[in-house]
T-cell receptor
């Protein structure tokens, strides 16, 4: 079964509104989670690293005030897309590495965001 | 540096044939490599991984080959089936709790 759960799996929102996406690690504690964005027919691009109890680290070109990340517990990270615009429409995916040697990455199911 | 997203190349194979998907990775310091399968509208699904101290690793119907000299990774799928149709991504990882860097992906189409 899934070890990283992402919710919702799809959402449609109006321009100017905000959308929150949740990422939960189900059977391990994740001090770090990663948020990726994937546009159609393209690869996954890292947006930010979510750190439990501290500020997220954003990749170059990703607006931290637009993509708010909160990692308030060891099993939950949230990504909020604020004042969404149609160009924010994309597939958002989170991942977390299982602690220990190897650190296999587990991915959420992804969230399809459509801004109309 | 990170791989840049590009439009996906496509590999078409006949059902029952073997498939070989190639990937060039970017960081010679990477020590962990993974192949993922992604079906439409879903998140990446782990297929097989390999560490940098190995050249080859086999799974069920899949084999991953690593050539560190030329920074090349390949995924071989034996007896390709229609259910193998998907986009395949390679990913590299430095170590520990760091994010994956994904390759550009290859769309595999299986012809019945």
């Amino acid at each position: 079964g899934a070890v990283v759960s992402q919710h919702p799996s799809w959402v449609i929102c109006k321009s100017g509104t905000s959308v929150k996406i949740e990422c939960r690690s189900l059977d391990f504690q994740a001090t770090t989670m990663f948020w990726y964005r994937q546009f159609p027919k393209q690869s996954l691009m890292l947006m930010a690293t979510s750190n439990e109890g501290s500020k997220a680290t954003y990749e170059q070109g990703v607006e931290k005030d637009k993509f708010l990340i909160n990692h308030a517990s060891l099993t939950l990270s949230t990504l909020t897309v604020t004042s969404a615009h149609p160009e924010d429409s994309s597939f958002y995916i989170c991942s977390a590495n299982r602690p220990g040697q190897g650190g296999e990455a587990f991915f959420g199911q992804g969230t399809r965001l459509t801004v109309v | 540096g990170e791989s840049v997203g590009l439009h996906l190349p496509t590999l078409s194979v006949q059902e029952g044939d073997n498939s070989i998907i190639n990937c060039a990775y970017s960081n010679s310091a990477s020590d962990y490599f993974i192949w993922y399968k992604q079906e439409s509208g879903k998140g990446p699904q782990f297929i097989i991984d390999i560490r940098s101290n190995m050249d080859k690793r086999q799974g069920q119907r899949v084999t991953v080959l690593l050539n560190k000299t030329v920074k090349h990774l390949s995924l071989q799928i034996a007896a390709t089936q229609p259910g193998d149709s998907a986009v395949y991504f390679c990913a590299e990882n430095l170590s520990g709790n760091t994010p994956l860097v994904f390759g550009k992906g290859t769309r595999l189409s299986v012809i019945a």
